[in-house]
Every structure is written in C-alpha cells, then in structure tokens.
C-alpha cells in the first residue's frame, strides 16, 4: 500500500501542494495524510486542503488556483461523482476551451477487471462499468492503478500533467483501485451530547407512522432499513442508494404527485450542502416534511468534515422559503417538531443534531433496488386514491 506521506512528497518536488474535491471511502487514507500535513507548522502552510460540497466545485477550485499561480491542483473524488464534474470539465477544463491542467484522483467503486467486476453495493454497479469509457469520452488521460504501482503512475502521470504544452493542457487522471492507500489510523471517536442518528431515525419514523419516507443515500438508508425490519415501524420507504444531494426532489416530486399525503424526506448534511439549491423547489411543497440528520460530517466514506460542518441549515431552508423550519438537539424535541410538521399545511423542514458515527455491525439493504421501488410504488399508490 502507498503511504501518504509518500504521495504527497512526491507531488511537493513537482510543484503541486492543492488538494480539492468530496471525500471518498478508498481515498481515506490519503485525505487523513493531506489534512495532517495541511495543518503541520514545518510544512509552512504550503499544503491546502479543500473538502467541497460538490465535485464540479472542485474542479472550479482548480481552475481557480492555477490562474492565479501557474501550478496544477489535486481534485479528489469518487467515481460517483465524476458526473457532478462533467460541465465544468467539458466547458472549461478542455483544451479546446480553456486548457487547464489539474490531477484527478478518482476511487474506483465497482471496479472492472478480466475477470468480471468486484462486487459492490447497486449504486456503484452502473457506474464502475462505465467509468473509465467516461473519461475516454471526456478525452481525460488515465491510468489505473493498484497498490503494487501506484508510486511510480502517479510520479509518471503528474509528470505528463506538468510536462504538457500550455496550449494543449487538459485534465489528467488516475483511477485508484481499492486498498492502494494505506488505511489512516483510527482516532479516538469524539465524545457528543447529541443523539445517535439511528436512535433519532427511530424516534422520526416513530412518530412519522404511515408516512412515506424516501431517504437518501448512506448510512441513513441502512438505518431506516434496519430499523423498519427489526421493529415493523414506518410507512412505505424508498432507499435512495446513490445519487447523493438528489433524495428532497424525489421526495418533493413524490410529492407534488400525491397531495393528499405527507411525504417525509430523511436527508444528511453533506447531500443538503451538495445540491442547496433544491431548496428553493422543495420549500414549495406544503405536504413535505424536510428532515436532515446533521452529524457535520461525510459519514459513509470516513468522517471527513463536510465542506460547512457549522452551517445552521436551519436558518438556510428558512432563507429559502420554508415556512416552518426548526432545528432541535434532542430525540423528545424531535418529537415535537414532527407533530408540528404533521399538523401544518406547508412543508416542514426539520434539523436534528446527531452524534457522528453508527454501529459497527450495521447492515445493507437485501433486496435488489427495483424490488424496493416496485414495493414503495404499490404501497404509495393508494395514497392517492
């Protein structure tokens, strides 16, 4: 396995001491070492780490601080996220528009070999397949690479990066293979006076009874999974396994379609900052009741801090129309929010403050994706009638 501390000293002797992008469970180890280094007084401040809401944020970043001082930035990334980048990367990254240099590292789930795909969670299947005809497509040179070869194709790839004409500078990337990082050490766990998210998730569907719930991708949906098949509570669900930012404009659209019923959301922190902007839409739907599990961090891929861990989302949904918008710090206040949110007549948007972390044996999802969607669409459809 590569060391960090190695990667990084190879990037300062070629000049690249930037490092922007959304955290990624195989890219784990390398951010710990980047935010290490980052915040150690002998390295004088050269090394900056930005964790972004959003991968197209990123790649502007890049953009950004290669215009003001002629050096490539690192952006990071799952390759979940390499869609988020695509605009930015096809209407001014490419040579034929701006031509602007930047190293992409991009954690390879689902990844293809010769002799079939590794075996990952739904979301990642689609997605693994085609993400090297991906950059093929965006004319993004790569290599992947494994832990037996990463040193010398990330020297040799940061090179060509550096060495390529300006008139001809583009993006270049490495597809990083599972386990090419060394694992970072394990942190003692902060002690929190907040609630545990599943204890919270409970206490929501508790009190949420029948209400369809459509919550978002992660830790969350496992919760909501495992709490509905070990206790039998909550209404109709669907697990939102990817598209992380997207599961308030499924709700909202569920919504829309269904207004003589409540539809709840079960959102995270990191997805709210991903996709802000639907805010603005779902505080227009009076039959939606906005929860988010605020934990301050991306808790699925190793508890990095979010791009605005300190936002009060509150006062931002509440800033973008939401007529009844509160943020609570314990399970009993939940519950008083919910019914609030039950007995109002425009769309709710709940904050609760959550511990970071979940159980170490917490389970996934048994059932293959369309199974769920078939069963949440035959049990909604009378809510219509």
């Known amino acids: 396995m590569l060391e960090a501390a190695d990667f990084l000293d190879d990037l300062a002797a070629l000049g690249v001491h930037r490092f922007f992008g959304v955290p990624d469970s195989l890219l784990a180890g390398l951010i710990s070492g980047i935010e290490a280094r980052a915040n150690d007084p002998a390295h004088h401040g050269a090394c900056r780490l930005e964790i972004t809401a959003d991968e197209g944020a990123a790649v502007g970043l890049a953009i950004g601080s ?25 209407s001014l990254t490419s040579p034929k528009v701006y031509g602007i240099p930047m190293l992409m590292l991009i954690g390879w789930r689902g990844e293809m070999t010769e002799t079939g795909q590794i075996k990952d969670e739904p979301q990642h299947v689609f997605q693994g397949e085609i993400t090297c005809t991906m950059l093929d497509l965006l004319d993004i040179p790569y290599r992947v690479i494994g832990p037996d070869d990463a040193r010398d194709a990330i020297s040799q790839a940061a090179s060509d990066m550096l060495s390529t ?41 508790t009190h949420l009874g029948k209400t369809p719930i459509v919550a978002t991708t992660g830790k969350i949906s496992r919760e909501v999974y495992e709490v509905q098949r070990a206790e039998g509570i909550g209404g109709p669900t669907f697990l939102t396994v990817g598209g992380m930012g997207h599961a308030v404009m499924i709700a909202t659209g569920a919504a829309f379609s269904a207004p003589k019923r409540k539809i709840a959301c079960f959102d995270g922190d990191g997805a709210v900052l991903m996709h802000t902007g639907s805010l603005a839409t779902s505080a227009k739907c009076p039959n939606l009741i906005h929860l988010v599990f605020n934990n301050q961090v991306h808790d699925s891929v190793g508890g990095q801090p979010t791009a605005a861990p300190d936002t009060n989302l509150t006062e931002l949904a509440a800033a973008f129309g939401y007529c009844f918008a509160k943020r609570v710090q314990t399970t009993n206040d939940l519950s008083e929010a919910i019914k609030a949110a039950l007995d109002g007549d425009h769309a709710s948007f709940i904050e609760i403050m959550v511990a970071p972390g979940s159980r170490a044996d917490l389970g996934r999802p048994q059932e293959p994706p369309a199974v769920s969607k078939a069963a949440f669409m035959t049990a909604i459809g009378p809510l219509n009638d």
């Open 66 to 90: 290669y215009l003001a001082s002629a050096q490539p930035s690192v952006v990071f990334m799952q390759n979940s996220g390499l869609g988020n980048a695509i605009n930015p990367l096809t």
């Open 165 to 205: 004409a300006t008139a001809q500078a583009k993006p270049t990337a490495l597809v990083i293979r599972k386990a090419t990082f060394a694992e970072p050490g394990k942190a003692a766990k902060p002690v929190s006076a907040f609630p545990t998210r599943e204890g919270a998730v409970r206490t929501a569907m």
